[in-house]
């Protein structure tokens, strides 16, 4: 089998070598890696250093450049390039933890004649080992159910089954940059689930000029796909009672919304 690394990376050369080591670490006879890097118009040494690495030959490396456009349009851009089985979004600051495909490869080997799976959900860590947000309740659900009925915290580690995760894309209002990938999970929540393993894929070091650690920007910057979010949101609240939405969230629907009726 065959694992799909996809990596939107900007200005991050000084982080893509953990990235790259822990793929290398990973190698094996058992399975294939191809990992495909999307260069989001970086001014950095990133096309270098990669370059370097296509030189070693040591796993299979597709390098692409585009105008900075963003994480979302990067993701989808390379989309059409993805052969493996398995596809991953690892973003350049995170990287994996020893044996994480194994442990991908067993669940999907158990699992591979299902047709109602759209991915694999591990656990994250941070760089001192902490785990970020808790554990998995059920050993199969959605990522809605997770959040919104389960009480998940944090992020989580996805492997998207390939066949599936092709049929998606971050789906970008009005020419932004940004959208919470949420959104896209809510829509494969609807004809598929998630299996859940309380074991650790990844290792996340956020950087302070990252998305995560400027979520609020996000928000003013992208006022059109969070208000599509929250409103999606709001439409399932309507039909289904047996979840819940916290008075923050329903806060930042209301903020959002009237953000975008101050600079309609």
């Known amino acids: 089998m065959k694992f799909s690394i996809l990596t939107a990376t900007y200005n991050r050369a000084k982080c893509l070598p953990k990235l790259y080591e822990s793929l290398i670490k990973n190698k094996s006879n058992n399975y294939e890696i191809e990992w495909l890097i999307m260069d989001d118009g970086s001014k950095d040494e990133t096309e270098n250093l990669i370059k370097d690495y296509i030189a070693k030959n040591e796993i299979e490396i597709k390098f692409f450049k585009q105008q900075n456009q963003g994480k979302m349009t990067a993701i989808n851009n390379l989309a059409q390039y993805v052969t493996g089985e398995i596809w991953i979004e690892c973003d350049s600051d995170d990287y994996f933890t020893d044996g994480a495909f194994d442990k991908i490869k067993d669940l999907y080997e158990k699992n591979k004649k299902r047709k109602d799976i759209y991915a694999f959900a591990f656990l994250k860590i941070d760089q001192n080992g902490n785990n970020m947000g808790n554990t998995f309740k059920k050993e199969e659900t959605t990522m809605f159910d997770l959040y919104f009925k389960e009480g998940g915290t944090g992020e989580k ?10 049929k998606y894309r971050y789906e970008l209002e009005h020419n932004e940059r940004f959208v919470t990938e ?81 600079i309609d």
């Open 182 to 262: 949420a959104r896209m999970y809510h829509k494969m929540d609807k004809d598929y689930k998630m299996i859940c393993s309380n074991e650790y894929m990844m290792v996340c070091e956020y950087q302070e000029e990252g998305y995560t650690k400027n979520i609020d920007k996000e928000f003013v910057n992208n006022p059109f796909g969070y208000y599509m979010y929250f409103y999606e949101i709001n439409e399932v609240k309507a039909t289904c009672g047996d979840f819940r939405i916290t008075d923050q969230e329903e806060a930042l629907f209301l903020s959002v919304y009237e953000w975008i009726i101050w």
């Open 157 to 166: 580690a996805l492997a998207f089954i390939t066949e599936v995760r092709k």
